[in-house]
C-alpha cells in the first residue's frame, strides 16, 4: 500500500457515505435550509466542492477546475 492508497482510503469512505446520502435525499430537502436560517445541503456540498478545488491548486497540483465557484461560496474573496 502506497502512501497514496493510505491518504486516498478515508477519502473513499467519505466519499461513497456523501453519495448514500444525496441518493436517497428528496429533492425538496436538498434545495431546503437544514435549520431555520442555515445552508442547505446544495451550498454545502457545493462549499465543499470549491474548497477541495481550492485546496488541489494550494498544493501546487493542479490549476482550479472551477474558479467562478469562489464568487458564490467564498464571498470575501470572490469579489
Not at 477519502?11 to 457515505?17: A, D, E, G, I, T
Not at 446520502?21 to 434545495?31: A, D, H, S
Request: hydrophobic share 40%; with cysteine.
Amino acid at each position: 500500500m502506497t502512501v497514496l492508497d493510505v491518504c486516498l482510503a478515508p477519502w473513499n469512505v467519505y466519499n461513497r457515505r456523501m453519495l448514500k446520502v444525496l441518493e436517497t435525499m428528496e429533492p425538496e430537502k436538498f434545495q431546503a435550509p437544514l435549520i431555520a436560517g442555515g445552508n442547505s445541503p446544495s451550498w454545502i456540498l457545493g462549499h465543499l466542492a470549491d474548497t477541495d478545488d481550492e485546496l488541489i491548486s494550494l498544493l501546487c497540483a493542479r490549476q482550479r477546475l472551477h474558479p467562478e465557484l469562489s464568487k458564490i461560496y467564498h464571498h470575501a474573496r470572490g469579489q
